[in-house]
């Protein structure tokens, strides 16, 4: 059994099928009514109109999605950068004499008066 050499024709037919395709709808146009050929027309023109519509949609969304992330990723940012400022404050009280002890000694004195106060109350 020797293999089957393929023709150049089937080779062109194997690589196009959109061609083929255009091919047969011309050959069947060519036998349809003004009539048919209009609504042809309009039912592929109304197809192409609902792709574009959903794709305006889909970048409607798109762009919609794109502002939240802009707007968590700005939340996100100044939520850290506000805890670098807390860090950087407590850094400087630290330099400006206070040691880890005296800070100690002042939430001592600290829970000392809240104890004293729900007592009074």
Same mark, same amino acid.
């Given at each position: ?28 146009? /060519?036998? =349809?009514?003004?009539? @048919?050929? %209009? ?9 192409? *109109? #609902? &792709? ?32 670098? /400022?807390? =860090?950087?404050?407590? @850094?400087? %009280? ?9 800070? *100690? #000694? &002042? ?15």
């Amino acid at each position: 059994m020797g293999r089957k050499r393929k023709s150049p024709h089937m080779k062109e037919k194997q690589a196009s099928p959109e061609k083929e395709v255009n091919e047969m709808e011309a050959m069947e146009a /060519s036998n =349809l009514s003004v009539k @048919e050929l %209009r609504e042809m027309a309009i039912r592929w023109m109304k197809r192409k *109109e #609902d &792709k574009f519509n959903n794709m305006c949609k889909n970048q409607e969304e798109m762009k919609k999605n794109q502002e939240e992330m802009k707007n968590d990723f700005t939340a996100i940012k100044n939520s850290i950068e506000s805890i670098n /400022s807390r =860090l950087e404050e407590s @850094e400087d %009280r630290l330099r400006k004499g206070l040691n880890p002890s005296e800070l *100690e #000694d &002042k939430v001592g004195k600290n829970t000392q008066a809240e104890k004293l106060l729900e007592k009074k109350n």
